[in-house]
């Protein structure tokens, strides 16, 4: 079984950083790309940043300059780092991961639970 874990979000004003963290968990042979999406009541999933196995990134236009993300290998772990950040960044946030089983198995994508990044003064 495999888990993705979040953890970090909470409440922030105009101008605060955050820092989420997401570490896969269970019987994980490797991990492939990692990212965040966040989402919005009433609008769909977007993607905010992903990175690959070999540090590669990709950022939504929206978030270019003010976001980071990372990952620790070793860990499974992903990262974003989110500074300047804007009441439009309220949503929740999703870590996703493109999650191999085992040797030869297709890879499947994995979602966390989702955690809640309010920005409000």
């Known amino acids: 079984q495999v888990q993705l874990v979040e953890s970090g979000g909470g409440l922030v004003q105009p101008g605060g950083s955050l820092r989420l963290s997401c570490a896969a968990s269970g019987s994980i042979f490797t991990v492939g790309v990692m990212g965040w999406y966040r989402q919005v009541p009433g609008k769909q999933r977007e993607l905010v940043a992903s990175?690959?196995?070999?540090?590669?990134?990709n950022y939504a236009d929206s978030v270019k300059g003010r976001f980071t993300i990372s990952r620790d290998n070793a860990k499974n772990t992903v990262y974003l780092q989110m500074n300047s950040l804007e009441p439009k960044d309220t949503a929740v946030y999703y870590c996703?991961?493109?999650?191999?089983?085992?040797?030869?198995?297709?890879?499947?994508?994995?979602w966390g639970q989702g955690t809640q990044v309010t920005v409000s003064s």
């Open positions: 996703n991961a493109l999650i191999y089983i085992r040797l030869g198995v297709l890879p499947r994508d994995y």
């Open positions: 990175i690959t196995v070999g540090h590669s990134t």
